[in-house]
């Protein structure tokens, strides 16, 4: 089973901007989509964005889609997420996972074998 290695978290202050990558283990790894999720202790996970890797199609919770671009570089089984203008609530573990074809249905359960995750904390 393929591998997700999640890093780019951080500490750091509201209006920052970070970059969290998501590189597979595997080199013929070919999802039909990868999403990120987001989640805070004692809560469930929050989907956040999704991308169709075969067109780039994308699909981001409504509160990020202002701030977040999820991208993915298939020669490098790389996903990422660039956040940006960040908000003390998106202090969160952040994890990537592959999906199936619904990228657009803002499921969790969509999405499987998760990553170890990043942390990502934001301070006001």
């Known amino acids: 089973q393929v591998q997700l290695v999640e890093s780019g978290g951080g500490v750091v202050q509201a209006g920052a901007t970070l970059r969290l990558s998501c590189t597979a283990s595997d080199s013929t790894f070919d999802p039909e989509s990868m999403g990120w999720v987001r989640q805070v202790p004692g809560k469930e996970r929050e989907f956040v964005a999704s991308?169709?890797?075969?067109?780039?199609?994308?699909s981001y919770l409504d509160s990020v889609e202002d701030r977040f671009t999820i991208s993915r570089d298939n020669v490098k089984k790389t996903t990422f997420l660039q956040m940006t203008s960040l908000k003390p609530e998106d202090t969160s573990v952040y994890y990537c996972?592959?999906?199936?074809?619904?990228?657009?249905?803002?499921?969790?359960?969509?999405?499987?074998?998760w990553g170890q995750g990043t942390q990502v904390t934001v301070s006001s």
């Open positions: 991308i169709k890797y075969s067109n780039g199609f994308t």
């Open positions: 996972a592959p999906g199936g074809p619904f990228f657009y249905r803002h499921i969790t359960s969509d999405y499987n074998n």
